[in-house]
């Protein structure tokens, strides 16, 4: 089954990445640079975002195994 949710929508995340959802279907990011910060890997990203996978559970996003 194809990924859904509104385009933008982190549908899974997890230490190779974040599967995020686009026009048609998701594309996997593997590295992210947020404004003013540099380049890093999606996983450590995630960390900061979310803190800890349960959060990020919490807040309705799948995890990497679950998205594929």
Do not use: I, N, S
């Amino acid at each position: 089954d194809p990924p859904t949710g509104g385009r933008g929508r982190v549908l899974a995340a997890g230490e190779e990445g974040v599967l995020v959802a686009c026009g048609a279907g998701a594309v996997e990011v593997r590295e992210v640079q947020p404004p003013g910060k540099r380049r890093m890997g999606a996983g450590e990203w995630v960390g900061f975002v979310f803190g800890d996978p349960a959060e990020a559970r919490r807040r309705g996003v799948g995890t990497m195994g679950a998205a594929r």
